[in-house]
């Protein structure tokens, strides 16, 4: 069997507030994947089921290591699923605001590639 790519699609999230990467990295996820559909699943590469796509989630983060990983692959609503956290992004100056529980003044933005690939013979 041989992995070929079907999509790719990418997407970018922001966390204003609370500074929690895996916010980001998921609205990163959301994003690249809201308005797509994927015909070409069953018409071109034949599946019958879409669990049996992979989808293979690359997202770069401000502080990369604080990312609840099954919280970001929970965005997928189908699919083997994997995901890869890599330091990047963007940390932006922004404005704490104590009622929305910031912790500091960081704004942080994720970006996130996502691939779809089928099996084939």
Known sequence: MTR??????????????GQEP????SRAVRNAIAHNALPGVWEVAGLSDPNQ???????????P?????????????????????QSGGMVVQGRAIPELNDKN???LIAVAA????????
């Not at 796509?53 to 502080?63: H, L, N, R, S």
């Not at 996502?114 to 013979?121: C, D, F, G, R, S």
């Open 4 to 17: 070929k790519r079907l999509i790719i699609e990418m997407g970018m999230g922001v966390d204003q507030h």
């Open 53 to 63: 796509m992979i989808v293979e989630v690359q997202v770069a983060v401000p502080y």
């Open 105 to 107: 003044d960081e704004m």
């Open 22 to 25: 895996t916010v980001a990295a």
């Open 114 to 121: 996502v691939t779809v690939l089928v099996e084939t013979e």
């Open 65 to 85: 290591e604080q990312v609840r990983q099954e919280e970001v692959l929970a965005m997928l609503p189908f699919g083997q699923k994997s995901l890869t956290v």
